[in-house]
C-alpha cells in the first residue's frame, strides 16, 4: 500500500484535516505545516518516508511538482467557497456592483467564468507563477480600483497598508474533502496498475513463448527472458528502440496491419538465425491503438540426415540446385500479391502440401521455392518437376523411381507442377506419399518411408479439376487444405507496371542500348492483358528492344510487334486499327456494384457453364472461380 502525505502552509488547515480524518471515510498518514521555503526538502523528507502521493496548495503544490517526480494533488477551492467569499466581499465594498479583486496562484482556484453574472460583480484575477510575483500583482488590483482584494497574507497586508479592504483566502472543509477523495482514488489506480505491471511481468517471465512489448509508438518497453534467449539480445540493447529498427523483416504490411487498422497479424522470420513464428497483436485503449505484444514461437530446423546409399545416387543427389528465392525477390507492391505472401508466409509453418494456382507465367514456382525456404526444411533440398508431356511411365520413373525425384529430396520440398497431368496411377502414388509418406516404384510390393513435403502447381482450381474427372476425390481432398491462388499481372497494377520499367531497362542495359518508352506506349502496355504474366512480358520486351530503330519508342511500335507476335488476338478484325485496338484492349469483366448478379444471370443462362460464362465476361475461368468464391455463388 502506499502512503498519502498532507503539507501545507497553515496550522488551521491541519485541523479541518483531523475534523475530516474524524469522519474515517479516508487514510492520511502523514499531516505537517512546512514554509514555502523549505518546501523541496520537506517534500522529499516525506518521499523518503515513503509518501507515494502528497497533498498540497497553491506555491508549496507547484514546487513540489516541478522538483519531484512524485504525484500531488491540489487543494482547490471549491466553487461553493468561493461563492461565500465573493457574497462576503460584496457586503464589505457596500455597491451595488464592486469590483473585487482575486490574488493568488491559478492552481488554487476553481473556475470563476460567470461570477460576474451570477453575483452581479465585477470580477478581476491576478495570477502569480512565483511568490515574489505576488506583491506585484496585489498593487496592480488596488491600481486598477479594486473595491476589496481577496487573497493570502501577502495580499491581505498589502491591501491593508493602502486602506483597501480586504478578505483571506480561507476555506472551508469541502476542498480538503475533495482533495482526500482525489488522492484515495489515485492511490487505487496507481495500487491496480503497480498489481497490473507485476502480474504482467510474472506472466512474460514465466512464459513459454518469447514476448515483447511495444507502446504506442512501437518502441520496445519490455523483453522476456525467453525472447532474450531466442534472439541473443538483452533487454537493455533492445529496450528503447523501435520495433521496425531491431526487428526490420516485421514489414510495412505488419506495421500498417496493427498499428493502422488495430488487427492482428502473424507472420514467419528468421532473428538472429532462429527461425521464429511471430503473432503481432495490438493493445486497444478506447478504440484507439496503445501499443502492441509480440509473441514469438521458436521453430525448429528440419536438420537433413542424408541416405546411406551408393555412389550413383550421390551423384545424383549433387544435381539437386539449392534454392535461392525469398518473399522479398517477389514483385508484391499490389495489396492482391501482399495478401498472396502473408498467406504464403503462414503455409510455411506447416508440413501439409500447397497447392498454388495461377495462370502460366505467375510466381508460381518462386512462391513454392520461397516457402521451402521459410519452413523449417530451408536446409534442405529442392526439387520441381513437370508433369505434362510426358507418359504415365515416365512420369513415374521421373518421380517414384528408384533414382526419382522423391529419393533425391529427402528432408526437402518436392513440387510437382501441372498435377492435373498426373497419370491416375501416379496420383494414387502421389497420394500415398502425401498420406502415409511412403514412396513405392515399379514394385508396389517394396514401399520406402521417405520424409518429404509436396507442394503441387495447377492453372484451375482442385474442385474444378475432380469435377472435370482430372483429379481422383481422394488426392482433391488431401491436398485442398492449403491453396495459394496467385493472381495474374493484369489485376496487380503496380505489379505489372514495375516488371515492364525493369525488364525494358534490364534489356537496355544487356544490349548496351538506350530507349525510352513514351507515355502512349506505356498505357498500352498497361492495358494489354499479358496472359502470360511475367514469361510473356519478358520475352515481348526482349524482342521490342531488340527491334527498335529509335530512342523513342512510341504507341505505333508496341502496336505493330503486339499483332506481329500475338495475332490469335486479332482474327475476325477487318482493318489494321481494329487489329491493334483489340491486341490491346484489356479483356476485363464489366466490374459493376452488382458483379454478383451478373455472375448469376449468366451462370444461369449458360447452365453452369463457368467456360461459357467466364468467356463472356472476357475473363479466365480461374478468375470466375475466384470471383465465384469472393461472393459465395454455387455452381449450382
Known sequence: MGKIALLVSREEMIHQAHNILQEKKFEIQEMRVIHTEDTVMEA????????????????????????????????????????????????????EKPVVAVVGFRNMFCDMSYFDELYNIELKTYFADQGTELPVAVRRAISDGADVVIGGDTAVSIATEAGVPSLFLSMTEDSMRQAFSTAENMEYAMNVEKKTAAQLETLLDYSYSGVIRLDGSGVITAVNPLMEDMIGKTEGELKGQNIRKAAPMIGEEAWNRVFGEGEDYSLFFEWGGTPIFAV???????????????????????????????????????????PLVQFEDILQKSKAMQ???????????????????????????MLAESIHNSSIRAQGPFLDVPCEGLSGEEQKDMIFGN???????????????????????????????????????????????VDVRVMVTTGYPLSELMAEGKLSPDLYYLLSGLELF?????????DLQDKIEDTIHDCCEHYSRYHVLTRG????????????????????????ILMAGKRSIDEVAVRRL???????????RSSTQEKAADCIQEQKPDILPDEAVKIRELLHKYS?????????????????????????????
Open 44 to 95: 522529499r523528507r516525506s518521499i523518503a518516508d515513503g509518501a507515494t502521493i502528497i497533498i498540497a496548495r497553491g506555491l508549496q503544490a507547484s514546487i513540489i511538482k516541478q522538483y519531484t517526480d512524485t504525484p500531488v494533488v491540489e487543494i482547490v477551492l471549491t466553487a461553493q467557497e468561493m461563492a461565500l467569499l465573493v457574497m462576503r466581499a460584496k457586503q464589505i465594498a457596500g455597491k
Open 280 to 322: 503481432l497483436a495490438p493493445v486497444l485503449y478506447e478504440s484507439r491503438v496503445d501499443g502492441a505484444i509480440i509473441t514469438c514461437h521458436k521453430m525448429k530446423k528440419k536438420t537433413v540426415t542424408p541416405e546411406k546409399s551408393r555412389g550413383n545416387q550421390k551423384r545424383e543427389n549433387s544435381r539437386v540446385l539449392p
Open 486 to 494: 496467385v493472381p495474374p499481372l493484369r489485376e496487380r497494377r503496380e
Open 339 to 365: 495478401e498472396c505472401i502473408r498467406k504464403a508466409n503462414l503455409y510455411a509453418l506447416s508440413e501439409h502440401p500447397v497447392v498454388l494456382i495461377g495462370e502460366p507465367g505467375t510466381e508460381k514456382r
Open 608 to 636: 453452369g457453364s463457368r467456360e461459357k460464362t467466364a468467356q463472356a465476361l472476357g475473363i479466365s475461368k480461374a478468375t470466375l472461380w475466384r470471383h465465384m468464391k469472393k461472393y459465395g455463388i454455387e455452381k449450382d
Open 562 to 572: 503486339l499483332e506481329e507476335l500475338y495475332p490469335e488476338r486479332i482474327l475476325g
Open 521 to 544: 506506349a506505356m498505357e498500352i502496355l498497361m492495358n494489354y492483358p499479358w496472359k502470360g504474366n511475367l514469361f510473356q512480358i519478358e520475352s515481348f520486351c526482349e524482342r521490342l
Open 403 to 449: 533414382r526419382g525425384a522423391v529419393l533425391q529430396v529427402q528432408g526437402g520440398t518436392l513440387l510437382i507442377r501441372d498435377v492435373e497431368k498426373l497419370t491416375a496411377a501416379n496420383q494414387y502414388r502421389l497420394y500415398q506419399l502425401v498420406r502415409f509418406h511412403v514412396c513405392h516404384g515399379t514394385d508396389i510390393a517394396s514401399l520406402r518411408k
